[in-house]
């Protein structure tokens, strides 16, 4: 079986959603791109974000010797139910930790392509490292950069079922492998404007960008000093994350569930008791969310965001 057909078809075979191949020549117009919006300082308080810009577009700067990247989409999406009494995590964090989970099936997948065709160098990057991986993806063909700034996958069938959208996990391979490169699929948002216009925050800029400084899901994810008054009053029930963006779009009308129970939605996160975390001690909270998301950001930072939330549904 030719390399690039074995490496698609065991990556299905680990669940992955959808699977591309980009070459690994630097181009400097997502760059180029991205410096104008540091520039504008669009990135808060995520300094940073300007440092050795360029690897995150460069991934021969990761792997001297890369060939191709292999660009891996993962599916995660689950049933949003919000109750707007109770406090909301976003979609993406209601399951096990995605960057250990999407990780260990990258790494699964290069123990394959070993097994069946020797070995070869390669770097796993899950969202963890200054690497673009929507760029990346782009330039895969996996999709296109919607206005939400996202990556969309445009309509296509699997297994007998219809995909599309932007709930999905990237997950990337840097190799010194030679893959034949996809080319990118054409997609555009076409006059829709639904996102941009359903942000509580007006934070989702005209050129399918950012403003991080207005962001709710920046703040509730990133954020390392207290979220400003005219932030939190808007961020309703929302303790973590913020889906608005992703569930108005029309790409993501009548999603597939994923099939990985790691990240079906655990039953506390998908109905956050916002008073029974608050009598929770640091101790319950590391024995209960140390698989998830939420884990990381802290017991303290979680717990300010449960009081704002608090005092917005009260």
């Not at 308080?45 to 989409?73: N, Q, W």
């Not at 297994?159 to 932007?166: D, E, F, L, T, V």
């Not at 790409?251 to 079906?264: G, L, M, Q």
Request: charged share 25%.
């Amino acid at each position: 079986m030719e390399l690039k057909q074995f490496v698609k078809k065991e990556a299905s075979r680990l669940g992955f959603l959808k699977t591309g191949i980009a070459g690994t020549d630097y181009n400097p117009l997502p760059h180029n791109k991205f410096l104008n919006w540091l520039k504008s300082r669009y990135n808060a308080g995520m300094d940073y974000l300007e440092r050795e810009t360029r690897k995150r577009f460069d991934p021969r700067i990761h792997l001297p010797d890369a060939l191709s990247v292999i660009v891996c989409s993962h599916n995660y999406y689950t049933d949003p139910a919000n109750d707007p009494k109770s406090g909301y995590i976003s979609i993406y964090a209601r399951g096990e930790d995605y960057r250990i989970v999407i990780k260990d099936k990258l790494n699964d997948l290069c123990e394959r392509i070993m097994n069946k065709f020797g070995k070869f160098s390669f770097r796993v990057f899950v969202d963890t490292s200054p690497i673009s991986e929507k760029t990346i993806a782009v330039k895969a063909g996996l999709g296109f950069i919607g206005r939400n700034s996202l990556v969309i996958i445009p309509k296509f069938s699997l297994n007998g079922s219809i995909y599309k959208g932007s709930f999905h996990f990237l997950g990337i391979i840097v190799t010194d492998l030679r893959l034949e490169p996809d080319k990118p699929v054409e997609g555009t948002c076409g006059k829709c404007r639904r996102c941009i216009d359903s942000c509580p925050t007006g934070a989702i800029l005209e050129d399918c960008t950012i403003d991080a400084v207005k962001c709710i899901s920046y703040h509730t994810t990133h954020n390392r000093d207290e979220i400003p008054e005219d932030i939190a009053i808007k961020m309703a029930n929302m303790v973590l994350g913020c889906d608005i963006c992703q569930l108005v779009c029309p790409y993501n009308n009548k999603p597939v569930e994923t099939s990985d129970a790691r990240f079906i939605a655990k039953d506390f996160l998908s109905k956050f008791d916002i008073g029974a975390f608050l009598d929770m001690t640091e101790p319950q909270f590391n024995r209960q969310f140390r698989d998830t998301a939420l884990f990381e950001k802290g017991f303290e930072k979680i717990r300010g965001h449960a009081l704002i939330v608090l005092k917005n549904i009260k």
